[in-house]
């Protein structure tokens, strides 16, 4: 029978990072998962870890790729399980009953495409830093991502069989793209109830590499799914959102 979840985790050199994502897998109250670990030849203890954890059904793969989103479209292939669930290095569930929340979420309202929730950020101790400068939304749409990744990757759950793969002319958006084509074909979309916490996000200071191409990849992204014109407008909208995210990082701490 095919689990629930497919729960995969691309590493490269991660062994600083991906204890707490491990433990976090192992933890789960609910079994119904399969978890895939797929590593970019690592050089560093990434592997020993990953088959020291001893999770269950965990299947970990080592192969040169073409960076990260094309060893997610390798681990996507190999997935069985009805729901995909992308949990980066160092990135964790909230709490040990996350999966069982999910699960229950989803048999109550039969299947639906999207299930999703909200991200706090946390440092490498995994203290609470701050809540995530996005808040998903109630009602998820297809508009919603008009204003931006909404929703945290990690706390987007897809039913496989509507996901496609992530495509690689993105080489640092691709992920946001991916979420617009899943809501494109998914029929509905439910959110854990009560704002319910789904990832803790590891912090590493929230600065991101190649910010300035990464802003410029998802401002033609917006303008192909949304117009150039609306997407303009609202970038005009989102300097404030930008200001107060960049003071945000200032405060929090580096590692």
């Not at 691309?10 to 192992?26: E, H, I, R």
């Not at 050089?43 to 060893?71: F, H």
């Not at 069985?80 to 929340?101: C, K, M, R, V």
Request: net charge positive; aromatic share 10%; glycine share 6%.
């Amino acid at each position: 029978m095919a689990p629930l979840f497919s729960i995969i985790t691309v590493t490269y050199n991660a062994a600083d990072t991906l204890p707490a994502t491990l433990a976090s897998v192992k933890e789960q109250t609910c079994g119904m998962y399969e978890y895939i670990v797929m590593d970019g030849v690592s050089t560093d203890r990434t592997l020993k870890l990953a088959i020291d954890a001893g999770i269950p059904r965990a299947r970990i793969y080592s192969s040169p790729d073409k960076g990260l989103y094309d060893a997610m479209n390798k681990a996507m292939a190999l997935a069985t399980g009805q729901y995909l669930i992308f949990l980066n290095s160092g990135d964790a569930f909230h709490s040990p009953d996350t999966l069982e929340h999910l699960a229950r979420l989803i048999t109550d309202n039969d299947f639906p495409g999207i299930v999703y929730g909200q991200t706090c950020v946390v440092d490498s101790s995994r203290r609470y830093l701050a809540p995530r400068h996005l808040v998903a939304p109630e009602e998820l749409t297809l508009d919603s991502f008009a204003e931006g990744m909404v929703v945290c990757h990690q706390a987007f759950v897809v039913l496989r069989k509507i996901a496609q793969p992530y495509n690689l002319k993105y080489r640092f958006s691709a992920d946001y793209e991916w979420c617009i084509r899943c809501l494109q074909r998914s029929r509905s979309n439910v959110a854990l109830p009560d704002n319910e916490v789904m990832i803790d996000y590891l912090s590493e200071g929230m600065t991101t590499r190649n910010r300035r191409a990464s802003l410029i990849e998802r401002f033609r992204i917006m303008s192909y799914y949304y117009g150039f014109f609306p997407t303009l407008m609202r970038h005009i909208g989102f300097v404030g959102r930008f200001l107060r995210r960049r003071r945000l990082e200032k405060s929090l701490p580096i590692g």
